[in-house]
């Protein structure tokens, strides 16, 4: 079995962030570990606090997989501050982790904010060049480039700055937050650009969407497969696991891991 390793948050609700991410790597068939960077009190309606992991024990989390069971893809979801995201690009430098799928994890579906501010230069200037995939929606890519994104140029233009002038290998700018009507629209650039659209589904079970999809592409290049087929059928997958959702909770609910990628 191969093995992936998520960097992110824990919630509590079990809707996203290593929980979604644990249960999705099962899903795909892969053996899941972890390294937990915050500790979130959170449920459907909202997340009511969280604390910082300190910086050396997500360096000792990421030690102790790496010298044991080491990853053949990782991702990394929300880093807290600018502290823990220094001491994980050192581990992913130290180690040379391969096939690294970065999840700018900044805002919950809830409008929650789960980073401090100065979190932001260091995803930029020591993250995102390492990434083999930055995979943010359009408010993340943003901030992430500084500029407003707002249509499917934008959309376009945001990917190419992450690839050609910030130094990931790749980009997938998620549209689901885009005012595209009844469509979705997320566009993939590794040097060419490729546009997924879905149809929008009407419903409030979308906590733990973000983390479910980089989750997912990352279960599929630990198992080999191309970056294209993965975000491929890591689009689908979240989609179906949207349509299916079990309808938890009163506010945004969790999506149904077990759900098919085709």
């Known amino acids: 079995m191969r093995i992936a390793l998520t960097i992110a948050g824990s919630d509590s609700g079990g809707c996203a962030g ?34 910082a992991v300190s910086p050396a024990m997500v360096r000792a989390q990421i030690d102790s997989v790496a010298e044991d069971l080491f990853p ?35 805002v919950a579906t809830s409008g929650d904010v789960l980073f401090e501010p100065d979190t932001i230069e260091v995803i930029r200037r020591e993250l995102v060049p390492l990434a083999a995939l930055v995979t943010p929606n359009i408010h993340e ?17 945001a990917a190419e700055v992450l690839v050609n002038e910030m130094g990931a290998q790749a980009a997938l700018i998620k549209g689901g937050h885009l005012d595209s009507g009844n469509r979705v629209v997320d566009m993939l650039y590794d040097g060419d650009i490729r546009t997924f659209r879905g149809q929008r589904l009407d419903t409030t079970s979308t906590h733990g969407t973000g983390c479910t999809l980089s989750a997912a592409i990352t279960a599929q290049l630990a198992r080999g497969e191309s970056l294209h087929a993965a975000v491929r059928s890591a689009i689908d997958y979240v989609h179906n696991a949207i349509a299916t959702a079990p309808g938890l ?7 149904n891991h077990l759900a098919a990628d085709t």
């Open 18 to 51: 290593i929980q979604a991410d644990l249960k999705t790597f099962q899903r795909f068939g892969v053996f899941g570990t972890s390294a937990i960077t915050a500790i979130t009190a959170q449920n459907t309606q909202g997340v009511s606090g969280w604390d």
């Open 141 to 157: 890519a943003a901030i992430l480039i500084g500029e407003e994104i707002d249509d499917e140029d934008s959309m376009e233009h």
């Open 249 to 255: 909770g009163s506010g945004h609910g969790p999506l």
């Open 72 to 106: 053949g893809a990782f991702k990394t979801g929300m880093l807290a501050n600018a502290a823990v995201a220094t001491i994980v690009a050192a581990a992913i430098r130290d180690h040379d982790l391969r096939n690294y799928v970065l999840d700018p994890v900044m």
